[in-house]
């Protein structure tokens, strides 16, 4: 999402309003419903910030509170600058989500080693009741 | 326009701004809203309107005063950055030109002044930071304000090139648009074929592409375009009977009217002038008449009565008073002008002698 934005706003400087369609539009997007949630209730003269965390917070996005926190601090941000301070946006969030990413793999590594090896530990403790 | 059209003009405009100022704006008397001009944002400074009677300050209640005293809203910071947000629909990157151009076009025609701290590069602006003060100006389109010179200027049917002077706020611009649209319209018989070079999106309010005042049937809008360049470009391809400007001033602009006199096309277009002398003083007055691309100058009486004419006067005659009547460049344009009326008629390019571009 944050590249599609990028894109936009750097080769056709598109509007919020148009940003939001677009995407809502992507069906490997589908999953993020906050979008089309923040579409429909964006008017002319609501605040688009504050619709945008609204929508992000109410989602059921597989995104934890910490992930929802920076979407909500990317939707603070989006359409309040120059095309320039714009993409900066669009990447400094991107890189963000990524060291999300890496973190929660490292998580799931280091937690589905520790849950394997319970499992096996449970099993054996198990095994030495029974018999 | 009708009293509850004009009610419903300042809520459209206000629907922009930020929720508090909006909030207040909404509750001032519907009597006050249909005279307010303008709505003046100034960071620290009170919310003020700008009425034909004058300047009023908003209170934080919503009712308004003449007296700068307590109890008035003062605008705050936050106000300002967030109202200039509202008007860029959260999209500040979409409006970088027009913010550069110091002012954005919102649906329904009203406009967004914005002063702020210039970027500035290789002595151009690029950009505009910290929004200080947003001035809101509310469309009025009032149909029907142009009838009169219509009736009296045109009263034999034909249409003939027509300069409109007037003072700032003396309703130039709502003429020409009224006078555009009803020509556009056909109301001397015949839908003209109308083009509008909109330099600052005044006439049409051209938003996403489409007007947002009504500019007649007949009419292309060249929105945006520099007055000189959208002249030649309507002349290039759009064969218009009649190019309508607003604020003609600029040497390029006489350029290119005079190019499209020789085109045989008709002007519709305004400059500032509140009198008769001041017009006869302004090099850039008497230049635009030496074109011989209007006939007639029409002058408007002031702000106190918007829209209405205060007189007519004739080029040729205006030229003689200004030259003398000895003076060989005035005789010429008039003996111009007698000569080739005929040919001018049948449709036959005029050639206007540039050494009238001599005189000045």
Request: glycine share 8%; hydrophobic share 40%.
């Amino acid at each position: 999402m944050l590249q599609l934005i990028e894109n936009e706003i750097c080769y056709c400087a598109l509007p919020v309003r148009e940003l939001l369609k677009k995407i809502d539009s992507r069906i490997e997007l589908a999953d993020l419903t906050f979008v089309s949630d923040c579409r429909e209730k964006y008017t002319i003269s609501s605040d688009f910030a504050l619709i945008w965390r609204e929508s992000v917070r109410k989602s059921n996005v597989c995104l934890n509170a910490e992930d929802k926190n920076l979407l909500c601090s990317f939707g603070d941000a989006l359409g309040t600058t120059d095309i320039s301070g714009q993409i900066n946006i669009c990447r400094l969030h991107a890189k963000l989500f990524e060291e999300r990413l890496e973190q929660a793999k490292q998580t799931r590594e280091k937690q589905g080693k520790m849950y394997t090896n319970m499992g096996a530990l449970t099993g054996v403790f198990l095994a030495v009741i029974l018999f | 326009m009708f009293k509850d059209e004009m009610t419903e003009k300042f809520n459209e405009a206000v629907e922009y701004l930020s929720a508090g100022l909006r909030y207040r704006l909404l509750q001032v008397p519907d009597e006050i809203k249909r005279e307010v001009q303008e709505v003046r944002i100034r960071a620290s400074r009170p919310l003020t309107l700008i009425c034909h009677s004058g300047v009023l300050f908003v209170t934080q209640s919503g009712r308004t005063t003449y007296l700068y005293n307590e109890g008035l809203h003062m605008v705050e910071k936050s106000e300002v950055e967030e109202s200039f947000r509202v008007i860029c629909g959260y999209s500040v990157h979409s409006h970088k030109d027009e913010i550069v151009n110091g002012y954005i076009t919102l649906p329904g025609g009203h406009r967004a002044g914005l002063c702020g701290t210039a970027a500035v590069e290789n002595n151009k602006i690029i950009g505009v930071r910290n929004i200080s003060s947003i001035n809101l100006r509310i469309a009025r389109q009032i149909k029907g304000i142009a009838d009169q010179i219509l009736n009296t200027v045109f009263s034999h049917g034909k249409w003939d090139s027509l300069l409109i002077a007037g003072p700032p706020s003396s309703g130039k611009t709502t003429v020409l648009r009224d006078l555009t649209a009803q020509l556009a319209s056909g109301q001397l018989g015949k839908y003209m074929k109308t083009t509008i070079v909109d330099e600052r999106g005044e006439l049409a309010a051209v938003y996403s592409g489409q007007a947002q005042n009504d500019v007649g049937v007949n009419c292309d809008i060249l929105d945006g375009y520099p007055k000189a360049s959208g002249i030649m470009i309507a002349l290039r391809t759009l064969s218009p009977d009649i190019i309508v400007c607003d604020e003609l001033g600029d040497e390029s602009d006489i350029r290119a009217v005079e190019a499209g006199v020789n085109a045989g096309v008709k002007f519709l277009a305004t400059i500032h002038a509140g009198c008769k002398e001041e017009l006869m003083r302004r090099t850039q007055v008497r230049r635009l008449l030496q074109t011989g691309a209007f006939s007639q100058v029409l002058l408007l009486k002031g702000k106190e009565n918007p829209g209405e004419m205060k007189e007519i006067y004739d080029v040729g005659e205006l030229l003689h008073e200004i030259y003398g009547v000895n003076n060989d460049h005035s005789r010429r344009f008039i003996d111009r002008k007698i000569l080739l009326c005929p040919a001018h008629e049948q449709g036959t390019a005029i050639r206007t002698s540039s050494a009238y571009a001599a005189i000045d």
